[in-house]
């Protein structure tokens, strides 16, 4: 998957991010969109584009910390969905090549993992469920504004 | 040093924790507050409070990562105090024992400890300064109140 689009509601404290299948060969890529908060949507905008601000906010310290520890973010995967919220999972390799699962909300998973293209990966009975959920004439991004990437 | 309250502004977005010197020989500990967001607060509470949500927050995924990699976070210390804002450290003990050290903002990392008792240090340059910047008569707390614990 790839995160296709953040969008921004200036009156809503909940947020949309869009994970697109990323396939180039696919002619239909399916979509879902996936509710974060406000701090975690800023979060991913900055660290996106690579913002460095004076000290390490809580994702960058996530980072650095991961880093630290000699250890390495492989990949993100959307491995479930319960009562509408979805449960993402890091893989991260330790320092001995072992590699260990840790449960996360995908907004805190894809704000550390994108600022080094990590690959996002969802399982098929999320994509397909996410997608039931989201029929495509029940347009969830109504009055939401796509962020503008620098 | 210990977390001696955590002072709420409803209507301001910064928020305050206090250090105090938790030795408990001294007569006239001294403290200093700390500037802090509203978000990093309300962390700090909730896992001061050990309130468990059905997935893990930030500050829990970053507790929970530094398990999953078999570190522990043995000491949290505040070592620089640079324009008003407080640069703090987590030393994290890797498997292999070697120490890391890994700098933070003192919310990120007092969200973080705060669940585990682990220990607060200041550098003693820090508390002079900090005290310094704070006179026993001004104030800084006036128009917050307590965060009332559990």
């Known amino acids: 998957m790839e995160l296709s689009r953040i969008l921004i509601h200036e009156r809503k404290p909940e947020q949309l991010i869009e994970l697109r299948e990323a396939d180039p060969n696919l002619q239909s890529p399916r979509a879902f969109p996936i509710v974060i908060g406000i701090v975690e949507a800023a979060a991913i905008g900055r660290r996106l584009e690579g913002i460095d601000l004076p000290r390490p906010m809580t994702h960058d310290l996530l980072a650095n910390t991961i880093e ?25 390799a330790r320092p001995d090549g072992h590699l260990v699962h840790i449960d996360a909300r995908p907004s805190d998973a894809i704000a550390l993992g994108i ?6 990966f969802a399982e098929e009975s999320v994509i397909e469920q996410a997608c039931v959920m989201t029929p495509p004439d029940d347009d969830p991004t109504d009055g939401f504004k796509e962020h503008d990437r620098q």
Chains 1, 2 share one sequence.
């Open 115 to 120: 600022a080094t293209n990590v690959p996002i």
């Open 68 to 92: 630290g520890l000699g250890a390495t973010l492989e990949a993100i995967t959307i491995i479930d969905l319960i009562d509408g919220a979805f449960i993402a999972q890091l893989s991260i």
